[in-house]
């Protein structure tokens, strides 16, 4: 069973920046980013088939980037422009059949905190 392992995470200000990385354990077709804040549901952030664009919440349009390099095994997140509300644990997630939508996601990482403070 393919494993993910998150990193990037940490505390940042208002605008600033940080880069999320997720490195599987073997391929998986689609891949995503999701996350959750104390006392919420988790949320999809942005997901990714192979070979396909990014799809994004609408929270995080124009300032969040997926990518992924296959020969990694690797998933990003680019994230620009911080507010005080993406702060959550943000955690990896994928299946190995293509994503039309944020449900079904079967694999899972343990999760990196995102604190952006104001």
């Known amino acids: 069973q393919v494993q993910l392992l998150e990193s990037g995470g940490g505390p940042v200000q208002s605008g600033g920046s940080l880069r999320l990385s997720c490195v599987a354990s073997?391929?998986?077709?689609?891949m995503g980013w999701f996350r959750q804040a104390p006392g919420k549901e988790r949320e999809g952030v942005a997901y990714m088939n192979d070979g396909s664009r990014g799809i994004y919440a609408d929270s995080v349009k124009g300032r969040f980037t997926i990518s992924r390099d296959n020969a990694k095994k690797a998933l990003y997140l680019q994230m620009n422009s911080l507010k005080p509300e993406d702060t959550a644990m943000y955690y990896c997630?994928?299946?190995?059949?293509?994503?039309?939508?944020?449900?079904?996601?079967?694999?899972w990482g343990k999760g990196t905190q995102v604190t952006v403070s104001s």
């Open positions: 073997g391929y998986i077709y689609c």
């Open positions: 997630a994928a299946k190995t059949y293509y994503c039309s939508d944020w449900a079904n996601f079967s694999r």
